[in-house]
């Protein structure tokens, strides 16, 4: 909130959709993953996100960080943090390649390591479900990210 006040717009992230290694599809919730385009990345953590994708505006849960359930505390720890974007009413398409921005809304919470992909993929469910309900409580948000940009919401 204070970063968009001081930027007066919103916080936005530009990227491009790659390709990663499918774990959010196989946990019931496919995730674009996005290659930033040379921006300052936030913390770790679980954001309540806007994403544009040509125009249209998608609802979604972000998730920043270094993956601690499948990469662990070993020596193939990640170096650098990765953004995936799961986009909720995503009717699904190829969009490997294209180019989206990011808009953040509200953090959920911070980055954390499952003992099992099971556990992950039941807090996914919840992290889905409070970003629903920050969507539902703060629909000038995503007004102003229409304003902004002249997007359609999807």
């Known amino acids: 909130a204070k970063a968009e006040k001081l930027l007066r717009r919103p916080v936005s992230v530009y990227g491009t959709v790659i390709r990663g290694d499918e774990r959010g599809r196989r946990l019931g919730t496919p995730t674009a993953n996005i290659d930033p385009h040379q921006e300052v990345i936030p913390p770790p953590g679980v954001y309540a996100v806007v994403t544009d994708i040509d125009g249209r505006l998608y609802e979604g849960v972000l998730n920043v960080g270094y993956r601690?359930?499948?990469?662990?505390?070993?020596?193939?720890?990640?170096?650098?943090?990765?953004?995936e974007v799961h986009l909720m009413g995503f009717g699904g398409g190829e969009i490997y390649g294209r180019q989206v921005e990011i808009f953040f809304i509200k953090r959920?919470?911070?980055?954390?390591?499952?003992?099992?992909?099971?556990?992950?993929?039941?807090?996914?469910?919840?992290?889905?479900?409070?970003?629903?309900?920050?969507?539902?409580?703060?629909?000038?948000?995503?007004?102003?990210?229409?304003?902004?940009?002249?997007?359609?919401?999807?």
């Open 108 to 154: 959920i919470r911070g980055e954390k390591y499952f003992r099992s992909s099971a556990e992950l993929a039941a807090r996914i469910k919840k992290d889905m479900i409070a970003a629903g309900a920050i969507f539902s409580s703060g629909k000038r948000q995503i007004h102003r990210i229409c304003r902004y940009r002249g997007g359609k919401r999807a």
């Open 68 to 83: 601690p359930t499948f990469y662990g505390r070993s020596s193939k720890k990640r170096e650098e943090p990765l953004m």
